[in-house]
């Protein structure tokens, strides 16, 4: 079956910089658009920035300028560079895929990573 697997949570000073990534592994036919939320303690689970196939992105108005989001297509990756980080930033920050696998090649199904925690704190 199709996974996401995250890495590069942690704990991280205010102002700080940190790099998140997700690995795509699996019978994977077709991976479109990838994506980055977070949830924090008490509340819904939000988009913090989405990549497309063809490069095409989108952030949350409270991460633009800071949060960067990048895939390696070859390696089906996701990468979040964040920097300048605010202790709002804490969150478990999950991957999400859409994905057509070998087994069911025309039809897109999505997918979640098991998140990684990122804590802003001094």
């Known amino acids: 079956q199709v996974q996401l697997v995250e890495s590069g949570g942690g704990l991280v000073q205010p102002g700080g910089s940190l790099t998140l990534s997700c690995a795509a592994s699996g019978s994977i036919f077709i991976l479109n658009r990838m994506g980055w939320y977070r949830q924090a303690p008490g509340k819904e689970r939000d988009l913090v920035a989405a990549i497309t196939s063809d490069g095409s992105t989108n952030y949350a108005d409270s991460v633009k300028g800071r949060f960067t989001i990048s895939r390696d297509n070859a390696n089906y990756t996701v990468q979040l560079q964040m920097s300048s980080l605010k202790p709002e930033d804490t969150a478990v920050y999950y991957c999400?895929?859409?994905?057509?696998?070998?087994?069911?090649?025309?039809?897109?199904?999505?997918?979640w990573g098991q998140g990684t925690q990122v804590t802003v704190s001094s």
């Open positions: 999400n895929a859409d994905i057509r696998p070998w087994t069911y090649p025309n039809k897109y199904y999505n997918y």
